[in-house]
């Protein structure tokens, strides 16, 4: 069984550029969270994707958009990057509608804006 | 929308000795509440989770109670050992999981 992979794991971006971050989901299933956590905190929702539909949205601007692919991986894009977005991006599956609930985490991509 | 308060923010225990880490929620809709252990450098893994349908579950040296009348459930590990070092975060959320919130984080630290 593959578990939850995330790229890249670490880049470095200017304010103002845009960025793109990529999940594949755990084998079997079919929706995918992403999360935001900055240092010393606990992650923060931004969106769900379930069936390559948006399935939720936590509190971010629109700046911040996804894609879910028929495979079920997944895409984090973000915008006009500002200096507070550098974080630890998490991304999570999990099995919807039948399954148990738990949430498998990625390592993470850790984005630094300068 | 779901507020999860955690506490403390760190706590430092002997080896064998006993950790508890205690959280609140506000959202009387929740009902699914796991928590996870995060390694330096690594994602959050689940370690145990509760349903609002249960009070207590236990598994070998880690437990979780769910007071759902007080909106607070609490995680306690017993004979701590140095490998339980790291950052335990509580979460709450409905059965989709479409927006689970996370408390801030303990963080544990079991000294030989």
């Known amino acids: 069984e593959t578990g939850v992979t995330q790229s890249p794991t670490h880049l470095i971006k200017t304010r103002g550029q845009q960025v793109t971050l990529r999940c594949s989901s755990q084998s079997g299933h079919n929706t995918v969270s992403w999360y935001q956590q900055a240092l010393g905190q606990g992650p923060q929702f931004i969106f769900q994707?379930?069936?390559?539909?948006?399935?939720g949205r936590g509190n971010f601007p629109p700046r911040f958009s996804g894609l879910q692919f028929p495979n079920y991986s997944s895409e984090l894009n973000v915008n006009a990057l500002e200096l507070d977005d550098s974080a630890l991006y998490l991304c999570a599956s999990t099995e919807l509608a039948g399954g148990t609930g738990e949430l498998f985490f990625g390592e993470g991509s850790r984005l630094t804006v300068l | 929308g779901e507020n999860v308060e955690q506490h403390p923010s760190t706590l430092s225990v002997q080896e064998g000795d006993s950790a508890v880490i205690k959280c609140t929620y506000s959202?009387?809709?929740?009902?699914?509440f796991p928590w996870y252990k995060q390694e330096l450098g690594k994602g959050p893994q689940l370690i145990i989770d509760?349903?609002?349908?249960?009070g207590e579950k236990k598994d070998q040296r880690i437990a979780v109670t769910l007071n759902k009348t007080a909106k607070h459930f609490s995680l306690h590990i017993t004979e701590t050992q140095p490998e339980d070092s790291a950052v335990y975060f509580c979460a709450a959320s409905e059965r989709n999981n479409n927006d689970m919130r996370f408390g801030a984080g303990t963080r544990l630290t079991v000294k030989p």
């Open positions: 959202d009387s809709a929740s009902n699914y």
């Open positions: 994707y379930y069936r390559e539909e948006e399935n």
């Open positions: 509760i349903r609002s349908n249960v």
